[in-house]
């Protein structure tokens, strides 16, 4: 069985402040909540904000982002060290943000991976699609693409090692989602694919995430999908009411 995972992605977002009362809202909001694994992608400033307040809590952190070095002369960079060393559990890769806004490439998906596995951070794939290319029909051989190449050589000691977020990005921050049965065809896709890559086995215990406008509303008949293992929220994060209502889809 895949336990579910929910994650919300706080993007740029937040302040000391906001943060505090964010977390203490989602600590106090989980109750007694046993279906889903709760984790948040804080950004890296509030990271040791999030480790204080999270230690000891059945909520994960983790960072939206990752260098692919180690160390050296890299302005800016975050290292998958210093993130495992701030506590954390997860990193985002390749958000479609990233790829639209900062250029990041299938290759430097596939080395961010890599870099995340190498510390013992459980890297949260992103992958989906714009408007366009679904009304072209180029979907499947958008997502064939990029778990083919963001994958490739990636190896696992078993399927808790990875996450994949579906994100179809014309769903992202429009209001709009895919529809139960879009998005469980999607999913399925990629199990496929998770399996050509890395082999049925792994595959089969994967998680795969549904991101895009993830809601109260909607978030319980996404989760009934045999092939949806969670949700990635954006913006429905932020809002510590709405964000236990969502991870309490099973209730």
């Known amino acids: 069985m895949r336990q579910p995972l ?14 505090e009362t964010l977390l203490n809202g989602i600590k106090s909001g989980m109750g007694e909540v046993r279906v889903a694994e709760v984790a948040v992608a804080a950004p890296f400033v509030y990271i040791p904000q999030a480790q204080s307040l999270l230690d000891g809590s059945a909520v994960s952190w983790g960072g939206q982002d990752l260098s692919t070095e180690a160390a050296g002369a890299f302005t800016g960079e975050i290292s998958p060290g210093m993130l495992k060393a701030a506590g954390c559990t997860y990193a ?10 900062f250029g990041e490439s299938d290759d430097g998906v596939n080395r961010k991976t890599r870099a995340a596995l190498e510390s013992v951070i459980i890297p949260v794939v992103c ?42 990005v014309w769903a992202i921050g429009t209001g709009k989602t895919a529809t139960r ?49 969670g949700a990635l929220v954006g913006g429905a994060s932020l809002k510590p009411e709405i964000f236990a209502e969502i991870i309490h889809f099973g209730a």
């Open 92 to 101: 985002l890769v390749g958000h479609s943000e990233r790829r639209q806004y």
């Open 181 to 229: 049965d879009q998005a469980q065809e999607a999913h399925a896709f990629i199990r496929e694919q998770l399996a050509k890559a890395l082999g049925s086995d792994l595959a089969a215990g994967i998680r795969i995430l549904y991101g895009g406008s993830v809601k109260p509303d909607n978030v319980k008949e996404l989760m009934a999908m045999p092939d949806i293992d």
């Open 6 to 19: 929910v994650a919300g992605n706080w993007k740029m977002n937040g302040s000391r402040k906001s943060v």
């Open 127 to 168: 992958i989906g699609e714009t408007e366009s290319e679904r009304e072209a029909g180029e979907t499947f051989s958008v997502l064939d693409k990029q778990i083919r190449l963001g994958l490739e050589g990636v190896s696992l000691r078993g399927p808790q090692d990875l996450v994949v977020a579906y994100e179809p």
